[in-house]
């Protein structure tokens, strides 16, 4: 059952059309990632959707409502993280969050229930008198998403929520979020992170204003019409030169520690790929046909 | 003069504000041409430390040399043989990308004979080309990193200071951000860098891992995987469920977390059997069931997941 429904939407700021007709329907209870390159677009589109900004043409329909008509009839019900979430540095913690509760004009007693789940999931009890300002990028972050959720929207906006976040309090965040998603909460999500795409429960591929595609992260990687090489070697980076010569550079790339190969056929490559570098005496340490996952599949998409 | 071979060298570094110790005592060395990633959560330090190395802020207590000049006698020697590049771009908005290379090679100062071919190399490396007559606001983010970048290389510096360059920039920019990082290198500039991101730390030659102020480990990425705890991955039918159920068991099984769609696990001891019984009772089917080397991912949850937050 749709919870937004966006159909045809189109935005410019002058010249430059940011969103080119965009269609997109996303059902109740889905954790669903928007993901583009840089300029795409994502932003935009999100801040048309939690009614910060209007589009110029297009329709939008957030739980049944007609958002373009009546851009304040869903307001109730989205909680929405901007990238640059506007937080009082100099409240502490319970204030920020008693002061986004008196916003939406929740009663002193369900606000008390809400804060103190909200603190519970955030792991932030023990810092409810700290002043924002002394809080790390960590929580923040997290006393951010418990001002977003104090009204207990149906859905929530994220915009790259996890930017600038460390590795121990992304999977915090993450751990919250899936709390709420168990409870039935609908997540639409903007993230520069392959891997929290690859957990949605479908990806939109959104470049030049426009959804390129849009499927569960399984479809998405089943599409991937290139086989897939991952290579170790004793020296990587020297591999890489080598292999790039003969396959193109965009080929041939960095995955951490490893080397991806984006190939015509594994067979063929793979006796190739072996005789370059014992030539020129690398060695291998594995070598292996693998199935693409996610940033595979943006490259792919995008380069 | 040769350079020296340690690029940068510091012994129990520390710095205090008021009563808070934001650098405890830290201790290290960068050798020439290395990528040295330093990582640590949010509130660590990092950025305390390189603010320091950079002779923006003193220390309070111990010593460093960079570029084998002394922090803190010498910070105008050092100055002038450092690029620093900030999570906080300090480019100018409203004036365009050529402008800004003009700009910087200026303060930094570049020659003037030589400002010509520097800036067009600059131009070019950062592949900025056609859009070197955009103003600088207008350009998406992956494209003004760029620019910051080849701004802070205008003189040429012997050592660079990356904090948290690539936050927020789509993968495709980033790899094309670590493709300069390793020309720079190759050439012999040493980089010292921050990031979030664990795939950009295997990148690293050597990363230093700091929390609460102080140095945890430090060693190639190699080192820190094969040092780590062994993982255990789990690839099952339902993997939302199964997530769902481990976690809440976390006390007696061990940390879980996704990797993908997979479920890794630092397991405590007899994890397994309760393990297998908690993906049964949830009706998942065990499709794997393995030991894996921890990602550096892995390495930097279990030195940190305690006493953090």
């Known amino acids: 059952m749709p919870i937004v429904e966006v ?38 589109f999100l801040r048309i959707l939690a009614g910060v900004m209007a589009a110029n043409s297009g329709e939008i329909r957030i739980l049944d409502q007609d958002i373009i008509k009546h851009p304040d009839a869903a307001k109730q019900s ?28 929740i009663s002193r007693q369900d ?54 976040v460390d590795p121990i309090s992304r999977r915090e965040f993450w751990k919250i979020l899936y709390d709420f998603l168990a409870d039935g909460l609908t997540i639409l999500f903007a993230t520069p992170y392959m891997d929290e795409a690859e957990r949605a429960s479908r990806v939109a591929l959104l470049y030049g204003g426009q959804i390129i595609n849009c499927d569960t992260p399984e479809n998405l990687k089943r599409q991937f019409k290139y086989h897939l090489a991952e290579l170790i070697t004793d020296d990587n980076r020297q591999s890489r030169q080598l292999l790039q010569d003969k396959f193109g550079r965009n080929n041939v790339v960095f995955f951490g520690d490893k080397l991806h190969l984006k190939l015509e056929d594994y067979q063929t490559a793979n006796s190739q790929i072996q005789q370059i570098l014992q030539e020129n005496r690398v060695n291998i340490v594995s070598l292996e046909q693998i199935a693409p996952g996610m940033e595979d599949v943006f490259v792919d998409a995008i380069a | 003069m040769p350079l020296p071979e340690i690029s940068v060298e510091v ?14 005592d830290i201790s290290f060395k960068v050798k020439r041409g290395e990528v040295f990633g330093f990582l640590g959560p949010n509130g660590a330090g990092k950025s305390t430390t390189i603010r320091m190395l950079c002779g923006i802020i003193p220390p309070t207590g111990g010593t460093g040399r960079v570029g084998g000049y002394s922090l803190g006698e010498e910070n105008m020697k050092i100055k002038s043989i450092i690029g620093y ?21 200026g303060i930094y100062p570049v020659p003037r004979n030589l400002r010509q071919n520097r800036i067009e190399e600059a131009l070019e490396i950062s592949r900025l080309g056609s859009r070197q007559d955009d103003i600088t606001a207008t350009l998406p983010v992956g494209l003004k990193q760029r620019l910051a970048l080849v701004c802070s290389l205008m003189h040429r510096p012997e050592v660079l200071f990356l904090d948290e360059p690539t936050a927020g920039v789509d993968p495709i920019s980033r790899r094309e951000f670590w493709e300069l990082i390793y020309r720079l290198s190759e050439s012999g500039v040493t980089v010292f860098v921050t990031t979030h991101y664990m795939d950009e730390a295997e990148h690293c030659d050597r990363i230093a891992l700091i929390n609460a102020g102080k140095l945890i480990t430090i ?6 995987k094969s040092n780590g705890q062994k993982i255990l991955e789990i690839d099952c039918s339902n993997w939302q469920s199964a997530f ?18 997979k479920i890794h696990i630092m397991p405590k001891p007899y994890a397994e059997t309760e393990i297998v019984k908690l993906l049964s009772s949830a009706g998942c089917d065990l499709i794997s069931k393995r030991e894996v080397m ?3 991912e892995d390495v930097f949850v279990s030195f940190l997941s305690r006493g953090t937050e």
């Open chain 2, 244 to 261: 769902e159920i481990l976690r809440k068991s976390e006390g007696v099984i061990g940390e879980c977390s996704l990797f993908g769609t």
């Open chain 2, 11 to 24: 012994s129990n570094l520390t710095r205090k504000f008021g009563d808070f110790i934001a650098v405890d």
């Open chain 1, 78 to 105: 989205i909680g929405y993280l901007s990238q640059r979430f506007s937080l009082y540095p100099d409240l502490t913690v319970a204030e920020n969050i008693d002061f986004y509760s008196r916003l939406f004009k």
């Open chain 2, 85 to 105: 590049m900030s999570q906080k771009f300090s480019l100018y908005d409203d004036l365009t990308a050529l402008e800004n290379l003009d700009f910087f090679s």
């Open chain 2, 219 to 224: 060693g190639s990425p190699k080192q820190l």
């Open chain 1, 7 to 44: 159909i045809n939407l189109r935005k410019s700021f002058g010249d430059v059309a940011a969103l080119n007709g965009v269609n997109l329907t996303i059902n109740r209870g889905e954790a669903f990632c928007l993901l583009g390159p840089d300029g795409a677009g994502k932003t935009t």
């Open chain 1, 111 to 164: 606000n008390q229930i809400r804060k103190e789940r909200l603190l519970e999931f955030s792991r932030l009890g023990p810092y409810v008198n700290r002043r924002t300002k002394h809080l790390s990028g960590g929580m923040k972050q997290k006393l951010a998403l418990s001002c977003a959720l104090i009204h207990t929207p149906k859905l929530l906006i994220l915009d790259e929520p996890t930017t600038g």
């Open chain 2, 294 to 296: 921890p990602s550096l």
